[in-house]
């Protein structure tokens, strides 16, 4: 269920992740012995192209903001290949990958958590400018008052601390930081989750604009389809570990393949009440990925399963043009 | 609380350093006429047996114990600091074989190193701050370590290795302004521990050699005369020591509150 076969693209990819696998050992006993494995990440596959956006979505625990970080070098992956720009950065020396790390950022879920509390909104934004040496002291300021006001903040916050801002201001802050040094992909990792509902589209509109004015790749993590549908071209759903459906935004959203995809979306509320519909509700919860289960990982939980699914995994195949699912039955 | 530290401490600053330009005593010169002299007009805390001035002693007496006091908690917040970052931030193994020499220097009684070291060197102001610089920096580098722990996590310690980041900025950048809340309270703790430590060891006559007094060498000495009401050979030394230890101590408290620190 981990090899993809290559999407058919006309822009070129910036992104190709092959078979990716993160594992965390579990240590335990007083000599503290591996005794398991949590298999957070485990055979993902998927390409990102210049210029698109391409959602990752699923519920927590199923590896997605860990896929997100191995992509980045953040977590060390266990196995697989990440190519940005046809070279496999998991082969790279330190060296290497500090120059590749100012072409793919990353923007954090939590804005009370990513922007460090003990320095100024200027030292912030200009952080990666100072750790890459570029521009000396006026060229970065005049960099931090245009980022500032790329992301919709004026140039006077630059002295004020992060407890000074909101929620939604702190994720601006954050977005300006990313901006920084100009980079080609940009890893979100729920970037609205943690916001009021009234400014998540606030920062889902500004993430869009930018993305128009520098050409930027997004890979974008969420729990939710909501969101994923606002920003998205397509869209990848992760369930432990492993991906199980990737589409079209729209091809997604009009016909799920996968049972696990038509119960993500089931759970999107719809805002008629008079409107009558169907829920599927997935019974139990998500299996441990230290001990995922066998054959199919969502036998456990899917309506249509059969004993094959305990058994055999499902291959990751092309079911219709451009639309992947790992489902022995769709 | 706060208030009533930065009070305290500034009157005894004050007291020791200030008071001896103004009140312009020799505390050396004896007067054989008043040996044992309770307070009077002239000596207002007094004569000691040998005749000198005790409030001229007490004064000076301070000094010694607070610059030691500050300069070797300043010591050992350095030595403490440095280590901690390194064990916490290193993690694994680094940290494991790091912690576990603190775990086995603790198992020493602090007294004793202390005593051996004491001997071993001829205590000067020096040495004494090398000493408890040396047997203090611990609890520091483990607060350091377990704040560091907790730090290195968070997303902003990320975002900078998602920069390329060196270990060296995010040790000194991230990291230390950080933990350096929970450091400044520790210190402040560590300032009045120092001080009564010194004043032990004086106690014991393991302190500084004379003639320079310190208040711990003054309570020691006025032991033998406690028998004969020599009242107010005890209470100022041991009243400015109080002074200090609560001050230090309501202080750190207030520096707790607005670091939002827990110890």
């Known amino acids: 269920m981990s090899m993809a076969s290559p999407v058919p693209t006309t822009r070129p990819k910036l992104l190709s992740v092959k078979n990716l696998k993160k594992h965390f050992p579990i240590t335990g006993g007083i000599f503290s012995q591996v005794v398991g494995q949590v298999r957070a990440v485990d055979g993902v596959s998927f390409e990102v192209d210049t210029g698109e956006t391409l959602g990752l979505v699923g519920e927590s625990g199923c590896g997605k903001t860990t896929t997100g970080r191995a992509v980045l070098r953040l977590v060390e992956p266990t196995a697989g290949r990440v190519e940005f720009e046809g070279k496999n950065i998991l082969e790279f020396s330190a060296g290497e990958m500090r120059k590749v790390r100012r072409q793919m950022q990353i923007i954090f879920q939590d804005p009370f958590g990513s922007l460090n509390p003990r320095m100024s909104v200027r030292d912030i934004i200009q952080e990666p400018l100072i750790i890459h040496g570029q521009g000396n002291r006026s060229q970065r300021e005049q960099r931090v008052k245009e980022l500032l006001d790329v992301v919709g903040l004026a140039s006077y916050h630059m002295q004020r601390f992060p407890h000074e801002f909101s929620g939604g201001q702190r994720q601006r802050i954050g977005i300006a930081r990313a901006l920084a040094l100009k980079p080609k992909l940009i890893v979100a990792d729920e970037p609205v989750s943690a916001l009021d509902v009234s400014i998540q589209s606030q920062i889902l509109n500004l993430l869009e604009d930018l993305q128009q004015e520098f050409g930027l790749t997004y890979l974008f993590i969420a729990h939710g389809l909501n969101v994923i549908r606002h920003i998205s071209d397509r869209v990848a759903v992760m369930y432990l570990g492993v991906m199980v459906e990737m589409a079209d935004s729209l091809e997604i959203y009009q016909r799920p393949l996968h049972p696990y995809t038509e119960a993500l979306f089931s759970a999107i509320p719809i805002p008629n009440p008079e409107l009558q519909r169907s829920r599927m509700v997935l019974p139990g919860d998500v299996p441990s990925p230290a001990h995922p289960p066998s054959g199919c990982r969502f036998h456990t939980r899917c309506p249509i399963a059969q004993d094959r699914c305990r058994t055999e995994v499902p291959k990751w195949k092309e079911s219709k043009p451009g639309h992947f699912v790992a489902c022995h039955f769709r | ?263």
């Open chain 2, 1 to 263: 609380m706060g208030k009533l530290g930065i009070f305290g401490l500034t009157f005894i600053l004050l007291f020791t350093f200030v008071g001896p330009l103004i009140y312009r005593v020799s505390p050396d010169t004896t007067n054989l006429l008043y040996l044992m002299s309770p307070p009077t007009l002239k000596y207002p805390l007094g004569t000691d047996a040998l005749g000198r001035n005790y409030l001229a002693r007490v004064m000076v007496g301070g000094q010694l114990s607070l610059i030691v006091g500050f300069v070797s908690a300043f010591a050992s917040m350095v030595i403490g600091v440095i280590y901690g970052l390194i064990s916490g931030y290193a993690g694994g193994y680094v940290d494991g074989i790091m912690m576990r020499i603190i775990d086995i220097l603790l198992t020493i009684p602090g007294l004793f190193i202390l005593l051996l070291l004491d001997a071993m060197f001829s205590p000067s102001a020096f040495v004494l701050i090398f000493i408890i610089a040396f047997t203090s920096w611990f609890s520091i580098s483990r607060l350091v370590r377990s704040e560091v722990l907790s730090v290195k996590q968070r997303d902003y310690v990320e975002a900078a290795r998602a920069f390329g980041a060196s270990t060296w900025h995010i040790m000194t950048r991230e990291l230390l302004p950080n933990v350096m809340g929970t450091v400044m309270v520790a210190t402040t703790f560590q300032v009045a521990a120092a001080i009564i430590t010194i004043a032990t060891l004086s106690f014991l006559g393991l302190g500084l050699p004379p003639p320079t007094p310190n208040w711990g060498e003054l309570l020691n000495s006025s032991m033998s005369y406690m028998y004969q009401d020599a009242w107010w050979l005890i209470y100022p030394p041991g009243i400015c020591l109080l002074i200090t230890m609560m001050s230090f101590n309501f202080i750190s408290e207030a520096l707790q509150g607005v670091f939002d620190s827990r110890l």
